[in-house]
């Protein structure tokens, strides 16, 4: 009846808002037995009242049976790989490439000359998926693949938990695809390892193939029990309005429930990118998640545009490695 329904929505709504919190503003607003308490309380309202429920509600993300193979995805706007930069002077030649592709003045010896802006991420390394929003509702979910085909992996996206299943507030595209990673944080990864030897199973050479394994699972079952999140950094198709810079899109998808690097920065010239390599890379050991470089893309949307992608990758970013580490190469 009309108090049950309301009783379930408002459960919803409460839920849906302690997650935000909890995973996008790292703000968590009530404990975890609170939260538990409330998702009994709707699992077991909404058993009592299967027609009243509904894909994005957040009891709807461990989903049915197992597939027997994926679907397959294909890109419109290709999921490319990055160009990588190893040394300075490599970070150099792609500011130079950048300011002669946009046929602004090299700048003089003493960095004379407008710098570029851009905006800066560390690079996690996960798998990078694609999430597909329709009416704010998430309705696909795929891996990058070769860049033109990936798998569909709707089901398994959508219990990671800090993937919203719904966009929150308002305003957004009618369809909105963002891109991000996948990954499994070190701490995550090394609890995974030590309850696959306890029961048995296989365990995972690094943070990287758990996370690939994880999400490639057939059964939704499996994924659901791997501790796995998504970082987005990026969007594909979009129909709709956004702002015109990289950080101001992934700071407004913020505002919409999808989870951000907390090191994004916006840094204006080659040296400041320099100076946020280094800071990182001293940093790196730290992070809760492992990272094999940094990524720079040009902040400003237009020049993205008329920089264009070369062959297979963006003119507009380049990764900037770290050196391999030191137990790669024994
Ligand atoms: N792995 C990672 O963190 N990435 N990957 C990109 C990317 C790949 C292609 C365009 O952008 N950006 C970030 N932060």
Redesign the pocket.
Known sequence: DATIAARILALRAELDLHSHRYYVLDEPSIPDAEYDRLFNELKALEAAHPELVTADSPTQRVGGAALSAFGEVRHEVP????GNAFEEDDLLDFDRRVREGLDLPAGDLFGGGAEIEYCC??????L?VSLLYENGLLVRGATRGDGSTGEDISTNVRTIRNVPLKLHGEGWPSVLEV?G?VFMSKAGFDALNARQVESGGKTFANPRNAAAGSLRQLDPKITASRPLEF?C??IGRVEGELPTTQVGILQQLRVWGLPI?RELKLAKGADACLAYYRDIGERRASLAYEIDGV?F?VNDLAYQRELGFRARE?RW?I?HKFPASEELTE
Do not use: I, Q, T
């Open positions: 999921m490319l790989s990055l991420e560390p690079k996690l390394d996960g990078a891109r990673e970082c950094y990026g690097s990524v893309k963006p970013a990764a």
